[in-house]
């Protein structure tokens, strides 16, 4: 029988489908290899019709390396490494707007896994841009300026202390969280550690500022980058369906998740996927 994956692209730039794979099983390595190669291409890809359960998903996500465990979201019963994403009413989404995921730490993650587990009948959709094709889109005297600058990535953008203090549990979490996470520094270019590409590593849900540069100037030029960033040329829109499974490369893209579904419910699972320290290095 064939392992081979049948791969059609969605876009120029960004994102494919996937089938040929049942993720329910152990995959090969070659089935597993040609899984890992088409995420370095095409930076997130989709597959129909996966009910992984939070252990299948937590031991496909092993392969690509160590997971992380959130300092602040649920996690699935007896497995701490996949995060609940359950919104509604009561809970409503905060990842609502463009971000990579988890850029406070010194480490962020290289990628994650998302299981669809229950869906509005409509909206919810996600949307992902590409890093590198933003990056490739700007002028050179732009590039040479940005080569090479450092921003500041601060957990409390997208977390503000406002959202945790629901109970007081949730707001020990969320100061511990704050202590254990200080804002740090990543270079606003960022070389992918595997393909060698550079990519805009500035996002709208932590990037604060740009250390390197005044306040104005910084103000101005992440500005315009968030707004490049998501320019719909880069982007791929993904609609899904209960049994869904997307990945993505978290190093070379941002995501927005559409909040447009309340007061219908939305229950999705992920694993993070621990990365390596950010560098910038001349092409």
Do not use: C
Request: hydrophobic share 35%.
């Amino acid at each position: 029988m064939s392992e081979r994956l049948s791969i059609r692209p969605l876009g120029p730039y960004i994102g494919a489908q996937l089938s040929g794979l049942d993720l329910t099983r152990p995959l090969s390595d070659n089935q597993f290899e040609q899984l890992y190669h088409a995420l370095l291409r095409h930076q997130v890809i989709f597959l129909r019709e996966q009910p992984v359960t939070p252990q299948q998903q937590r031991s496909l996500a092993q392969r690509f390396g160590d997971l992380h465990i959130h300092p602040v979201y649920p996690h699935a019963e007896g497995v701490e490494e996949i995060i609940v994403l359950d919104t509604h009413n009561d809970n409503p989404p905060d990842n609502d707007n463009w971000h990579t995921d988890v850029t406070f730490i010194e480490t962020p993650p290289a990628g994650a896994i998302l299981a669809a587990k229950h869906i509005p009948e409509t909206g919810g959709d996600t949307l992902w841009t590409s890093g590198v094709a933003a990056y490739e889109a700007l002028s050179a005297p732009l590039k040479m300026l940005l080569n090479g600058l450092q921003a500041e990535h601060d957990f409390r953008k997208s977390f503000p202390e406002w959202k945790h203090l629901k109970t007081e549990d949730e707001h020990q979490r969320w100061l511990s969280a704050v202590a254990k996470n200080p804002p740090l520094l990543h270079p606003v270019v960022r070389t992918h550690p595997v393909t060698g590409k550079q990519a805009l590593f500035v996002n709208e849900g932590f990037t604060t500022r740009i250390v390197d540069v005044s306040e104005k100037e910084s103000e101005a030029l992440l500005g315009f980058l968030f707004a490049h960033i998501t320019r719909p040329e880069f982007q791929v829109r993904w609609r899904w369906k209960e049994g869904d499974v997307a990945m993505w490369d978290n190093r070379v893209t941002q995501h927005y998740a559409n909040a447009d579904y309340l007061p219908q419910r939305r229950i999705m699972h992920r694993a993070t996927i621990l990365g390596d320290k950010p560098f910038y290095r001349a092409g």
